[in-house]
């Protein structure tokens, strides 16, 4: 295990290589879950998330000969860029094995940084058997996701800048995959001040954490389909185990559509990306029953790395749940004019059509008559169904259709 | 016109109301526009842009029997929610006049921080006209977006900090619209350091100050249509222009089109959110000549109070424009199985079906044709080109259709 002192001296070593991040407060979200909630914005370094505290501790730390070899890694993406990046700067060669699945902009990222990409299995633990078979064939140095103790003392220091910065915090929300950031940054809030609560925030679709936790030693799951790849993986690590045991006081689930309803959230009323991962807490908050009332505290939004048609399926979903955007299917008699007279009354309710079709060949329709369907923008459920109540008057039966 | 000293006297004052925001460096733009960026991040306010500090500036200077006939002021929306939510701190009644078409996020927003909000007019001046008149006839304060001392006094302090952390910067990029926020700005920059060069940016469709300035005097353009509501005004303030013509070296132009890139480019690369105004320095520093390379630049990103709707229509744009969004005509033979088989190649190559469409009666077409039209979400130009080339292979003749 670590210590606050390995944390401490890493937060010497990487002063010069990462930012000291953010931590915001959020007005909106103290509102609504009723506490005073702080944001860590680790989506503002450079590589968008915290992974490269971990990976320039850990590349600091090689000796000159190591660095001559290369270093090589496994990722879904986020360490795949913290140490590709930190390596060119460095002047230090490295190959990145990804999963063949990765987002698009984790991949693009990691080669603009320098680094050679090889994309390899289904998951970060097929990545990671490929990453060691590189290392064994052309002797390299691995640089581990997790499982390291310089790269957990390394994503320690966003623990340690947490309760630097906010020594009255009562509780620090951080997501888990293989379990370096939140054992690094437990040990440092622990350690600082026994008092503060510490809970991890699994994905549903992996619990790899809480499984090992409730089992009492490490289990391999099976693979999980999940937004929160960042934090998908089978298995965590023997160190990390041990320290999130030591340290953590919880650890809660949190499933894919309240994540997305966070990533939506934090667009909306923070003006900031977060990743699914980054997101994981903060949909802890919002949907588990942590207890929080009155109290201090930080959810640690620790990458922004999504891809943007992520981004926007996540938009549209969340518009149509709140009636924003909207299916109605309306009949009116087949003759020419009708269906000018219905975008008419649509217009006049200030309702914008992003979608028209016409079909004439339901049974349920007479032969005189057609449906049109419609995919409105609207201003929600209010106004959707003054809308629909217009129509009605002008003698056109309007239906939402469920989407 | 004001002096620093007022600015200096704002800063104090407001000092606790409201957020002294980041300024992170930005290495992928910096890379990008061959010199050092940083990004001013007035989105990160608790209203989402920096119009809250000119409004605490001046609320905190109304008399109690002032405060006690409450305020009236017209916005497109960020004044809106900066007036709405400190008033509401001071415990000060509200009223706020929105153009009819004001974003939903930021009529929702000012209703919730306790304002009374009217919908009138079609822009700015025109709702500026109604709020005097509430004026007159209420006998209210009117608190003015920009023409106002002590409005600009506050919105100077953007500059203050801006110099004040980083006083080796060259250059720095504000948006303007009426001119408040350019003006007190440019106050502080200039008095402290003289050498640095400040350089506004109207949107093209309202460039206001720039044809002011061009002429001489005040001018009144007719209304321009463009997703920057934040800084689309028909006429300056004459504070404002004076200040403008005394301290600001450049005003450049930017369009819809260069704006939207630099929304999803700061939604992509810097994890944040920004509205078309906050986002026009960045399109400036992208699309204009400034001969700023090599300098220490920073670019206020002013506000982040954007419909999510309209974040997702530029993400869908600049996904069709980086060919990761394409639309493909692909003619068939017309018997069962052929769709299937299309479908099969599709999915070979890793693309995503968005869309399927099916059409007979094409003049094109021979009576055993059929033509099916396949939206795709695919990896770029690349491989939409390869995907072509694999389908030829089989003997399907596919062709891209310009969306």
Redesign the interface.
């Known amino acids: 295990m670590i210590t606050i002192d390995d944390i401490r001296a890493a937060q010497k070593r990487i002063a010069n290589g990462v ?1 000291r991040t ?1 931590m ?1 407060r959020s ?1 909106a979200l103290s509102d609504q879950c009723d506490c005073h909630v702080y944001v860590k914005l680790e ?2 370094q ?1 590589t ?1 998330s915290f992974k490269e505290r971990g990976a320039l501790n850990k590349l600091l730390q090689l000796s000159p000969a190591e660095r001559l070899l290369g270093v090589v890694a496994a990722s879904a993406g986020n360490h795949a860029q913290g140490v590709a990046y930190h390596a060119r700067r460095l002047g230090i060669q490295a190959t990145i094995v990804m999963p063949e699945n990765s987002p ?2 984790k991949v693009r990222s990691t080669r603009d940084f320098g680094a050679e990409v090889i994309l390899f299995g289904e998951n970060y633990d097929a990545a990671y058997v490929h990453a060691q078979k590189i290392k064994n064939e052309q002797n390299r140095i691995l640089i581990h996701a997790f499982d390291d103790l310089e790269i957990i003392a390394g994503q320690g220091t966003v623990g340690l800048e947490i309760i630097e910065e906010f020594p009255t915090v009562d509780a620090v929300i951080i997501p888990i995959g293989g379990g370096g950031l939140i054992s690094g940054s437990a040990c440092a809030i622990k350690t600082l001040h026994p008092n503060v609560r510490v809970i991890g925030v699994n994905i549903a679709a992996s619990p790899a954490m809480k499984r090992a936790i409730e089992v009492g030693h490490i289990i391999e799951l099976p693979a999980g389909r999940t937004i929160c790849e960042g934090i998908s993986v089978r298995q965590v690590g023997e160190l990390s185990f041990a320290m999130t045991k030591r340290f953590v006081d919880d650890i809660v689930t949190v499933d894919d559509e309240e994540v997305a309803n966070a990533i ?1 959230q934090l ?2 009323k ?5 990743e699914g991962a980054g997101a994981a807490p903060m949909a802890a908050l919002l949907y588990r029953s942590l207890e929080l009332a009155g109290k201090n505290v930080v959810i640690c939004l620790s990458g ?1 790395n999504i891809n ?2 992520l ?2 399926r996540i ?2 979903r ?2 149509i749940k709140d009636g ?2 909207v299916q109605l299917k309306v009949v009116i008699p087949d003759r020419p004019g009708m269906l000018a007279d219905l975008l008419a009354h649509v217009a006049q309710a200030s309702a914008n059509v992003l979608e028209v079709q016409h079909q004439r060949w339901s049974r349920r329709l007479t032969l005189n008559e057609t449906e049109v369907s419609l995919v409105l ?1 609207t ?2 459920r209010d106004h959707v169904d003054s809308l629909i109540q217009q129509l009605e008057k002008a003698g056109l039966v309007a239906s939402e259709v469920e989407v």
């Open positions: 930012q953010p915001p007005d989506n503002l450079r968008g698009l902009v939506l667009l909306e923070e003006k900031t990306v977060a922004g943007v048609n981004i926007s938009i549209e969340g518009l924003r955007r923008e201003q929600g």
